[in-house]
């Protein structure tokens, strides 16, 4: 059974950073690609990045380009989101998945896997 699990959320000050990461566990990860997407209160689920299994692609969602960073360690199946230069609009649960694909995907439909979510809080 495929489990992942996020950490490293939190409150921060808008401009500040942070950093995510994903722990996935109970399945075969070779050749999946990973992502990172995010809901805040009354919003639909919002792509944030993905990365391939390879981590020689990339793709980001536009709110994010230039500040957020998408990599992974696939000896530790983890994939991390380095987010620099929020803002409080950037305030959601951020969810971790697993792709049914190998391209870095921003399709939500494409993720058969996901975490549970952590909390990012940005004040202003």
């Known amino acids: 059974q495929v489990q992942l699990v996020e950490s490293g959320g939190g409150l921060v000050q808008a401009g500040g950073s942070l950093r995510l990461s994903c722990a996935a566990s109970?399945?075969?990860?070779?050749?999946?690609?990973m992502g990172w997407f995010r809901q805040a209160p009354g919003k639909e689920r919002e792509f944030v990045a993905a990365?391939?299994?390879?981590?020689?692609?990339?793709s980001y969602g536009h709110s994010v380009k230039g500040r957020f960073t998408i990599s992974r360690d696939n000896a530790k199946n983890t994939v991390f989101l380095q987010m620099n230069s929020l803002k409080p609009e950037d305030t959601a649960v951020y969810y971790c998945?697993?792709?049914?694909?190998?391209?870095?995907?921003?399709?939500?439909?494409?993720?058969?896997?996901w975490g549970q979510g952590t909390q990012v809080t940005v004040s202003s």
């Open positions: 109970g399945g075969t990860f070779s050749a999946s690609s």
């Open positions: 998945a697993v792709s049914a694909t190998i391209f870095p995907s921003s399709s939500y439909r494409d993720y058969p896997y």
């Open positions: 990365i391939t299994w390879s981590g020689g692609s990339t």
